[in-house]
């Protein structure tokens, strides 16, 4: 399969932090920036030919966790929002 990133990439905005792993697909994980999951979070993958209209939309699971096999080699955006709370 092929493996998007080679190591987990962490991004923090807003007292969030959004982490995605290399696995089967492609895995992200959003917590708030204390480690407490952003269960069922919205979460909007954009393709990279398209970054206005999501190609897909989804919720966290309970430990903020998404799991996806991309169509594309990779992903223009991923985008989770919980009660206001965004990241990119």
Not at 73 to 88: E, F, H, N, Y
Request: aromatic fraction near 12%.
């Amino acid at each position: 399969m092929l493996s998007l990133f080679r190591f987990s990439r962490p991004a923090w905005a807003h007292g969030t932090v959004i982490e995605y792993r290399p696995a089967a697909g492609f895995e992200v994980v959003a917590r708030y920036d204390d480690g407490t999951p952003m269960a069922e979070a919205q979460v909007a993958v954009f393709a990279p030919d398209n970054l206005r209209e999501p190609h897909s939309r989804a919720l966290t699971d309970a430990e903020g966790r998404f799991g996806f096999i991309p169509q594309h080699r990779a992903i223009g955006r991923c985008k989770c929002v919980r009660r206001g709370m965004a990241l990119w």
